[in-house]
């Protein structure tokens, strides 16, 4: 029997790993993509654990070559790819006069390019088997404005961009393309950035305050919110919905 199985890039960490963890327990297989090959293995094993089936796999999405071997990685493990979540983020800060060029082609190799590359070595697998779903984890900041994140936010409008843009060209060869917006979530990533711009404890824990503050729902996000959201995307649940960015975010775009 085959099994429906699934990529997740940046799964050693955050989102990515909760993400992986709920399509592991909706039953998929679940490669575990991440450059931090000890994160990926992390994951992976939290998943064995658990009862459900993952592989690690160490890649770094702005590599041509890695993304192309870790498609064949699951193709070699269950000869499907059912779903591929292109969750790989990384924040770079500054506005258009603070951030540096080399920190705008950071921010523009890793979050924009390399969706492009995760997409470019999963869609011909899918258009084999005829049917497929993507996910990329966008931001809200790639639907509105946010200050003194210039690079990091264009990078995300082209990851909203590209999801519009595979859904219009493979639509009707069965592959379907979302994005999901997440607001303010608390992982490792969120947490360094803040922990960066504060003092101390206590400032640090102002800090994490005034995010809250600005959402109708009152607190951060937790992985599972986008977890949740990823599985519905990743899946037959969503059958009819392709080339849409959700925001999940606590209602922050709508009712502000
Ligand atoms: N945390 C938030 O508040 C928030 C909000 C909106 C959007 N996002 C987006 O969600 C996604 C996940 O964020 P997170 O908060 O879980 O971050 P995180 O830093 O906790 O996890 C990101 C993972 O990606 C891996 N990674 C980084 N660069 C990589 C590369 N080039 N190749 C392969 N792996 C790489 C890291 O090793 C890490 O394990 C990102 O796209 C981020 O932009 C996060």
Known sequence: MTVPTAIITGAGSGIGRTIAERLAADGMAVLVVDRDGGGATHTAARIAAAGGQAQAHAADVADPAAMAGMA????????????????????????????????????????????????RAVIPAMLAQGKGALVFTASTVAL??????????ASKGAVAALTRQIAADYAARGIRSNALAPGAVRTPLSESQFRARAADDAGFDALMAQVIARYPVPRWGTTTDIAEAALFRATDRSAWITGQVLPVDGGLLELR
């Open 72 to 119: 064949q990685a699951a193709l070699d493990w269950t000869g499907r790819i059912d779903t591929c979540v292109a969750n790989v983020g990384i924040m770079v800060e500054g506005d258009i006069l603070s951030v540096s060029p080399e920190d705008w082609d950071r921010a523009m190799a890793v979050n924009a390019k390399g969706g492009f590359l995760t997409a």
């Open 144 to 153: 509105a404005g946010m200050k003194g994140v210039a690079a990091y936010s």
